[in-house]
Every structure is written in structure tokens, then in C-alpha cells.
């Protein structure tokens, strides 16, 4: 039974639980709703989550411990040799894999049973062929032991679908009984509802609080090897980036780190501007009509998808800039630039300052304008001397949020700033953020154990701990001078 069939089933059950209860509730007060502890949407609510929770927990933890039990079964399978290498034992179960999902598409189309599956040997020619036949491309080492494994993990992936789905209703299935058996007017079922909600709330802040940590451990144990092959100073201080995957590599950090706060540094002078001043307008001077057509108009820019501003410098403005700036002057002839990715990621951010802008700037209270006002200050005095001073911690930290969105930025400068690592003045020229360069050093068949691949987690603790920087300076400043109103 798939995943989706069996969600499904337990929802079914638990939706019937809630009825079932919300009506026994009722009845148990002969009709009365006054007579009842609770609401009687809460009696049915607390059978709902008695059914569904327990079930849908149960597949969860079934399913993320179902996967790596079969996988070190079936390397196990394989034999030692195989079991000792771990760079072997992923790939031959690449091809256990490849195998499991052809033999489940050729029972579809061949209408095979599973006795016939486990019937057939392995005649390395005829299993490729009728695997080629369903799409299935085999490596060349991949010899009669795998197939083999490859029908254990199959079968073994079968039973335990069909040992979860049946423990799994069973579980609904009590649940259900246990919710609806002990449902009756003096049910305090409003404070069992409201506790449980409670916990998950605290599940939920639990777990974004252990995503950061594995990410931050994932992140550092990846980068102490990398420190274990490649000199920390050399990374940290170092001036060419040549990573050579055949030996002699240069990782120094600092040419992809100016790159990447050059990048943003062009962002920033762009999207300030034009998102505070916006601001001001839409807050201060708009009409009514006027701001609510130019506010969604502007941030209609930040549901585009990142990509199609990668594509807008790379065919718009990179050439626009080459042919109108940059050749005339002498600064250089390439569409991809510094100044291309900071234009187009400052349009990007433009619509992130000035909604943030806008929200901060309508919290500062009338009372001051008015004050402004009544001591003889015209609108532009109050707007200086009075509304931005009061808005300005929050203003700044927009400002700051926006800074670590275009430090973090990879499709734009990808497509608008090219790939080359240097140091250098000139915004006209080609360079390239650490973000990129984490992407294409994970990219392609590597060697994930060499100092080129593992650089890239180097790479990534050093932005984590950047960004994070400047949002911790963000909060402390927005704190430390936020104003305070009745």
C-alpha cells in the first residue's frame, strides 16, 4: 500500500472519529450543549487527533527507519568486500536501486507476478535487456550477486509496506476506539485539545531549532576535514582561487569573499535608494487609491522567481551595460559583471526594503507628526526630522536583512557576474561569490573525500557565520534604539 493510500485511510478513520464523538459527546448530555465540559467541535477535535497523530507518527518514524535497514541488509547481501568500501557499497546499491524499480516496471508491463520476478535467474544478458526494455541502464559491473540483492531489497521493501500499513491502522484503529470509548459529557476535552496544540507548537519550534543545528554540525564536520587536508591560513588569507582536481590547488578564500561583498555592496547602493524612497512615498505622500495599486505592483517583484532575473541581466542588462557603459569608456567588453548581478539583485531587493520600510515607517505614531505639525515643521521637515529618526532602527534593519538576501544570492550572479575569482576595482568586470563557487565545486562526478569537494563546505560554514553576523547586528540595533510608543 503506497504512502498517499494509506495517509488517506488513516484520514478517513480519523475524520469518522470526529464525528463519532462529537455526536457521542452529545448524546451522553441528552442533546445539550450547555451540559457538556466543552464545546462539542472539541470533543470531536480531541478524537481526530487521538487517531491521526499516534498513525501518522508511527509511518514517520517507519519510513526513516525502514530505508537504512533494508540498505544495510542487502550491503550485508553483497558480501564484506563490498561492505568495507563505503564508495563501493553506495554505488552497487545505485544499481540495486536501478534494479528494484525495473523489476516493479516490468511486473507492470509484462504482467509478471512476483513468483516469476523471484523465479528468474541471473542471465546477466537477458536481465539487461528486458531491464533495457523498461528503461533501466545497468553499469558494467553490476554482476548476478546484484541482482539478486536487488530481488531481497524488493521483497523486503514490499513486506515491510504491508507490515507499516497494517500496524499503522491498528494503531488508527485504537486510537480511534480509546477516543471515542472515553468521550462523555464531564470530557475535558477543550483542555486536552488546547495542551496538545500546545506540544505542537513546541514540536514545531523544536524542530526549525534542530534543522539550524544539524545544519550548522553537518556543515562543520565537513569543513574540520576539509581543515584536516587544506592549511586554515591558506584558506582564510589565501589570494587565488585555482582549485585543480589533479593536485597543486590554490584555495584562498579572500578573492570570492570581495566578490561576493562587492556584489552585494552594488546591490545595496541600488535597492536602499529606491526601496526607502518608495517607502516614504507610499507611506507619506501616496493617496489612498495611489498606494493600494503601487504597493502589490512592487512587490509582484519578489514572487519572481530568481532565476528569470538571472535571465533578464544575462539577455538585458549585462549587454545594455557592455555596449552603452562599458566599452565606450574603456572598462572593459564582457556582458557579465559586477555591476550587472549588483543591478539586478538591487532590483530584486528593492521590493523586500520598501514593504518593510513602508510597515515600519506607518507604525511611528500621528501624535508626532502632529506635534511636527502644530510647531510649525512642513511635511518633508517632518518627514527628516521626525518620522525617519523614529523608523530608523527598523529601517536599518531591513537594510541589514536585505544585505545578507544578496550576499546569499547564487542564480543571478551565476548568469550576470560570470565565474571568475579575483581581486579587483573595476565593477565592469567578471566575478564570482562564494555561493556560486559552492555549487560548482559540488557539481559533477568528484571525489567527495578531496580538498576541491570539501571546500565547498568551508565555504559554507564561512557564509553561515557571515549572514549570521549581520542579522545578530541587525536584532541588537533594532533593540538597542527601537522606540517605544503608548
Known amino acids: 500500500m ?13 475524520i469518522t472519529g470526529f464525528i463519532v464523538a462529537r455526536a457521542r459527546a452529545l448524546k451522553s448530555a441528552g442533546g445539550n450543549p450547555r451540559a ?61 536501486r536501478r534494479i528494484a524499480s525495473g523489476l516493479d516496471a516490468m511486473q507492470e508491463q509484462f504482467g ?7 523465479a528468474m535467474r541471473a542471465d546477466l544478458t537477458d536481465v539487461r535487456g528486458r531491464l533495457a526494455e523498461v528503461g533501466v541502464a545497468l553499469g558494467s559491473e553490476a554482476g548476478p550477486e546484484v541482482f539478486e540483492a ?106 570570492l569573499l570581495w566578490g561576493t561583498l562587492y556584489i552585494s555592496f552594488v546591490s545595496m547602493l541600488v535597492s536602499v535608494p529606491l526601496g526607502l524612497f518608495t517607502a516614504i512615498y507610499t507611506a507619506e505622500y501616496a493617496p489612498t487609491r495611489v498606494r493600494n495599486v503601487i504597493k502589490p505592483l512592487i512587490e509582484v517583484i519578489a514572487g519572481i ?24 569608456m574603456g572598462l572593459g567588453n564582457s556582458g557579465s559583471s559586477v555591476m550587472t548581478a549588483g543591478l539586478v539583485i538591487g532590483i530584486l531587493n528593492t521590493p523586500f526594503i520598501s ?22 515643521a512642513t511635511k518633508s521637515e517632518t518627514i527628516r526630522q521626525v518620522v525617519l529618526p523614529a523608523a530608523l532602527p527598523g529601517i536599518v534593519g531591513a537594510v541589514l536583512l536585505a544585505a545578507s ?37 559540488l557539481t559533477g562526478d568528484l571525489a567527495f573525500d578531496s580538498p576541491e569537494t570539501l571546500v565547498a563546505f568551508a565555504l559554507g560554514i564561512t557564509l553561515f557565520f557571515l549572514t549570521l553576523g549581520l542579522n545578530i547586528f541587525a536584532l541588537w540595533f533594532v533593540r538597542k534604539y527601537r522606540e517605544q510608543y503608548d
Open 2 to 14: 503506497s504512502v498517499g493510500l494509506l495517509s488517506l485511510i488513516v484520514l478517513v478513520i480519523s
Open 36 to 96: 457538556l465540559h466543552s464545546l462539542p467541535s472539541y470533543y470531536g477535535q480531541a478524537a481526530f487527533l487521538f487517531t491521526a497523530v499516534p498513525a501518522f507518527l508511527l509511518m514517520v518514524i517507519w519510513l526513516l527507519i525502514q530505508g537504512p535497514m533494508i540498505d544495510a541488509r542487502t550491503v550485508g547481501q553483497l558480501g564484506p568486500d563490498v561492505a568495507a568500501d563505503a564508495t563501493a557499497a553506495k554505488l552497487t546499491m545505485s544499481d540495486v
Open 112 to 118: 509478471m507476478s512476483n513468483e516469476d520476478l523471484s
Open 150 to 255: 536487488a530481488k531481497s531489497y524488493r521483497i523486503a521493501q514490499q513486506n515491510g509496506a504491508i507490515a507499516m500499513s497494517v500496524i499503522v491502522i491498528l494503531a488508527a484503529l485504537a486510537g480511534f476506539a480509546v477516543a471515542v470509548l472515553r468521550t462523555n459529557r464531564d470530557f475535558r476535552a477543550r483542555n486536552v485539545t488546547e495542551q496538545f496544540i500546545l506540544w505542537l507548537f513546541i514540536a514545531a519550534a523544536t524542530i526549525a531549532i534542530l534543522t539550524t543545528i544539524g545544519i550548522v554540525l553537518s556543515l562543520l564536520s565537513e569543513s574540520i576535514r576539509f581543515f584536516s587536508l587544506y592549511p586554515i591560513s591558506e584558506f582564510y588569507f589565501g589570494t587565488v582561487w585555482n582549485p585543480q582536481f589533479r593536485g597543486g590547488s590554490d584555495l584562498g578564500l579572500l578573492p
Open 305 to 328: 522567481p530568481t532565476v528569470v532575473f538571472g535571465l533578464f541581466a544575462l539577455v538585458t542588462v549585462g549587454p545594455f551595460l557592455r555596449d552603452f557603459i562599458a566599452v565606450p
Open 355 to 376: 514593504s518593510l520600510a513602508d510597515d515600519i515607517i506607518n507604525s511611528v505614531p500621528n501624535s508626532l507628526r502632529d506635534g511636527s505639525y502644530g510647531l510649525g
Open 405 to 441: 538576501r544578496a550576499i546569499g544570492e547564487t542564480m543571478i550572479v551565476v548568469m550576470g557576474a560570470g565565474a571568475a575569482a579575483k581581486l579587483g576595482l573595476n565593477p565592469f568586470e567578471a566575478m564570482t561569490t562564494m555561493t556560486v563557487k559552492i555549487v560548482s565545486q
